[in-house]
């Protein structure tokens, strides 16, 4: 068969992967062999690849790949995640564009668009992972809406309802106004947004109430300022959101404020509404903020609901769900709130009623998915009780015993604050896509409803309840009259149950899979979803199975540019992740990728470093190469040049598979890839090929060449899990195999103690030809030509490797000598002087007449400095270091002339 001499992945990267695929490699099923089991993190279903995916899964197909080559059962399990908020927009998107309007359809209507949608884009991204060589069990591959998946999380609602977890309340929420939900506390992120203070004057009514005293009169200047020519008093609050003014049912003012004692009892007017609202006193207004004068606007602020219910304030919310103003916005009704922000602010400034607006930084809180500014509101919502939850999973990370490391270590923080200062998790949101909460409604009442399974147990026990009337009378319902629960549970609690539902283990709990696999072993991640999914597994784990999850989770670092921005489509510096694989392969992007990705450190993505990768495969294929033009003799004897080098090379190799093993131990991937690159390129390629190869149109010894292969084939195992289409390419050229011997099941090599006094003398011996080859560099000296060699061992090193030096050097040989040698070139290494005797070794007229051009260079160029330099001009007006400079030149030609005078005086 015709070897190319250029490795090309576009021929060879599909070709592997079917292989694979069609002898099973991937599957997994329990047997007596030790399992490992990874969970994918469930991408969104209609999403695509991009660079954090590239980097999270191949971390995941590293490590399962190196565990099914350990002799492991290596199952990964792949997936995808309904993503309920990021799928239903784009659906809801589509039928925009076909002139559809979601509110006019069934929820089963919309749901069959949604599942049209889901079957028409997802698992796209899965079939894009398999480019990138991603080993998973595809036929264990889950979808978060998989009618069992769906079942189980059915079966935990329930059972936690049951339990008096789940509980239905009103409450303050983050509302989506673009999505139309709600959303956990999680799921909002905070950003710094430049904006306005707006300082609002409010009337104040009465202007001099009864039982004013003599103390409000004194402050009544100051915090009430007489409007011009009205003959009426006005306080001032400060706001960043003038819009909800329209909302406002109490001023606030401190009690202790002495600025504000002549407002105690007063009331104030609303502008625009003209709504009259008391002024009530509470120590939760900050005295230093604004006028020290606060709106209390109970609908649209969390803070201003709980003074609200302290002090029994109406409630009055002035929002649509799409965040327009509803009939309390009076003529600015159906209008969006930043549109009547601009509107209100010139109503109010025309009315006279504008203070003073000022710059000011607010930190503004958005939805993860749309972006969307989020808007607090009230809302009947499911609740999950945490309180009592958390704590096994509090205990699993941070108690002395460590179930479940976090590496890098450092997330531990991040971790115990989250989860020490949890609250309930809001479950529910105003979606159709997702499951729909079980519980069904039969009566008028808040609390006229049952949480169950199905329709049936739920008809059961509704009319439990309803069994007797207030006349005993006995009267029954039927499922005609239950109507469920419209709202869809959050995604997350889908994903919480992941490492359970995937082997069923919530429908099945006593199964053989989830027996065998759960807990997995790895868990791979971001730490931005460090409580949004790890914690909240971890918290389902200890409550459904008494048990962790996973041992270990590996927190990646984001990826950015160079410029350490996230890479994003809106700032357009995030490349193709496809295209990348099409110009580097798969390995070369691998490679890139992992060599800066040090754990939970960001990623400063450089092309340069998938073109790192694929320098990688091209040196090993190149080695590959070599090999196979070499003519094998079983007759010639093997040279003790190649004897001690592959014995040092195996020691070599076993000492950086000892470094290898404790950076995955650690999770220190960058790490080890860097010695896997390092060890083939430097030590194998670099050293080991040189020495061992034969000479020009020269045999190899059989015993040299069997050993080069095999430890080829033991530096292709250990690369595998890093670039597996060029090793299983090159391990399935070296000789005919079957598909019991392919390298993806092929055994890891066995860790050896290394020789480590035979690696620190080719160290030496290493330096040593390092010097001969900068003497023959130096002086011109042909490695054609054989030059005579001799040393002083003042370092009393062995002479294991002179066999190495002689052939990497061309030496006549390697004598031993006690005294220095005139009229040789010489240098060190350590305390042992090296001699190369220049008689026929050099050209000496060519040297002379090179070092002689050289000395009148160098005496030309120190003139010109030394002219400058008697110029005083120069001296004194030129800065200090220009100065400076020119001395240093003027020394370093002067020790330079010094040397080319000598070694021309040593030429005779």
């Not at 559809?100 to 899965?126: P, Q, S």
Request: aromatic share 10%.
């Amino acid at each position: 068969m015709q070897i190319p001499s250029k490795y090309d992945a576009s021929k060879v990267e599909s070709k592997w992967y079917d292989y694979w695929m069609k002898h099973n490699y991937f599957h997994s099923e329990p047997d007596e062999r030790e399992p490992y089991t990874i969970v994918i993190p469930p991408p969104n279903v209609t999403g695509v690849l991009h660079m954090g995916h590239m980097l999270n899964n191949t971390i995941q197909d590293v490590l399962i790949r190196r565990a099914r080559l350990q002799g492991k059962n290596a199952c990964w399990v792949p997936g995808t995640d309904h993503a309920s908020i990021a799928t239903e927009a784009k659906v809801v998107a589509k039928l925009k564009e076909q002139g559809i309007n979601k509110n006019d359809l069934t929820r089963d209507e919309f749901l069959k668009h949604a599942w049209d949608w889901t079957h028409e884009y997802g698992g796209v991204i899965l079939e894009q992972l398999k480019k990138l060589g991603c080993s998973c069990d595809w036929d264990r591959s889950k979808f978060t809406m998989d009618d069992d998946m769906s079942e189980a999380v059915i079966k935990v609602f329930v059972d936690l309802y049951n339990k008096g977890l789940i509980y239905r309340g009103y409450r303050m929420v983050n509302w989506d106004p673009e999505a139309k939900t709600t959303l956990s506390d999680e799921e909002v992120e905070y950003i710094d947004k430049q904006g306005k203070l707006y300082h609002i004057k409010y009337k104040i009514s009465p202007l001099t109430p009864e039982g004013g005293t003599e103390q409000d009169a004194q402050h009544k200047s100051e915090s009430s300022p007489p409007s011009e020519g009205l003959g009426e008093a006005f306080l001032t609050i400060a706001t960043t959101r003038p819009e909800t003014i329209l909302g406002d049912t109490a001023i606030c003012i401190n009690p202790t404020d002495e600025r504000h004692f002549n407002l105690k009892g007063k009331k104030a007017v609303v502008p625009i509404c003209d709504r009259v609202i008391p002024i009530i006193e509470d120590e939760y207004v900050d005295v230093e903020f604004g006028t020290g004068c606060l709106k209390v606007t109970p609908a649209h602020d969390e803070n201003d609901k709980v003074l609200g219910d302290k002090h029994n304030l109406e409630v009055v919310d002035i929002f649509n769900e799409d965040a327009t103003l509803n009939s309390y916005g009076l003529h600015y009704e159906g209008k969006d709130r930043f549109e009547v922000r601009k509107a209100i602010v010139k109503e109010l400034d025309e009315l006279g009623l504008i203070a003073k607006i000022e710059e000011h930084n607010n930190r503004v809180g958005i939805s993860e998915r749309t972006k969307a500014i989020i808007e607090p509101r009230l809302s009947d919502q499911w609740f999950l009780k945490m309180e009592d939850l958390v704590k096994p999973a509090i205990k699993a990370v941070l108690d002395e015993e460590n179930d479940i490391q976090l590496f890098p270590k450092k997330f531990e923080n991040t971790y115990r604050h989250w989860m020490e200062n949890i609250r309930d998790w809001n479950i529910s949101r105003q979606l159709l896509w997702g499951q729909q909460i079980p519980a069904y409604y039969y009566g008028d009442g808040k609390e006229d409803f049952v949480v169950a399974e199905s329709v049936e147990e739920a008809l059961e026990l509704a009319n439990k309840k309803l069994n007797v009337t207030s006349s005993g009378v006995e009267r029954s319902i039927t499922k005609e009259d239950l109507k469920q629960e419209t709202d869809a549970l959050d995604t997350w609690f889908s994903s919480w149950l992941w490492p359970m539902s995937v082997f069923d283990g919530i429908r099945n709990p006593e199964n053989d899979d989830i027996k065998y696999y759960y807990p997995t072993n790895d868990l791979v991640t971001g730490p931005d979803i460090l409580f949004f999914w790890v914690a909240r597994m971890i918290i389902a784990g200890y409550e459904y199975k008494n048990d962790k999850p996973f041992k270990n989770v590996y927190l990646t670092g984001l990826v950015r540019d160079k410029q350490r921005r996230k890479m994003s489509k809106s700032l357009g510096n995030s490349p193709d992740a496809l295209k990348l694989i099409e110009e580097y392969g798969a390995g070369g992007v691998r490679v890139g990728l992992l060599l800066s990705a040090a754990a939970g450190n960001d990623l400063l993505f450089d092309e340069a470093l998938c073109q790192q990768g694929k320098g990688l495969g091209n040196k090993i294929w190149s080695a590959f190469y070599l090999t196979t033009l070499w003519e094998v003799s079983e007759t010639v004897e093997q040279p003790q040049s190649s004897k001690i080098a592959l014995e040092w090379y195996e020691a070599k190799f076993q000492k950086a598979l000892a470094d290898i093993e404790d950076h995955f131990s650690k999770y220190r991937l960058s790490d080890a890839i860097m010695a896997i690159y390092k060890l083939i390129y430097d030590d194998f390629c670099g050293w080991l090929l040189e020495i061992v190869k034969p000479a020009y149109q020269q045999p190899i010894d059989a015993i040299t060449y069997n050993a080069v292969i095999s430890l080829l084939e033991d530096n292709l195992k250990i690369l595998h899990p890093f670039m597996p289409f060029i090793t299983e390419e090159i391990w399935q050229l070296i000789t005919e195999r079957t598909s019991e011997d392919a390298l993806i099941v092929a055994t890891w090599p066995e860790l050896k103690p290394a020789n480590e006094p035979l690696i620190a003398e080719f160290d030496f011996a290493a330096d040593v030809i390092s010097g001969i080859r900068t003497i023959r560099k130096e002086k011109n000296i042909a490695f054609k030509d054989a030059i005579a060699f001799s040393v002083i061992n003042n370092e009393k090193q062995a002479n294991t490797f002179d066999a190495v030096i002689k052939k990497l050097g061309n030496l006549e040989g390697v004598e031993y000598v006690n005294e220095t040698i005139d009229g040789a070139l010489t240098y060190r290494v350590k305390s042992n002087e090296y001699f190369i005797p220049m008689a026929g070794a050099i050209d000496v007229e060519a040297e002379i007449k090179k070092l002689t051009d050289e000395l009148s260079y160098t005496e030309g160029f120190l003139k010109s400095v030394q002219k400058k330099l008697s110029n005083e001009r120069f001296v004194n007006n030129a800065p200090e270091q220009v100065v400076a400079s020119e001395k240093k030149k003027e020394a370093d030609a002067l020790a330079k002339i010094e040397t080319l005078k000598a070694s021309l005086a040593s030429l005779g």
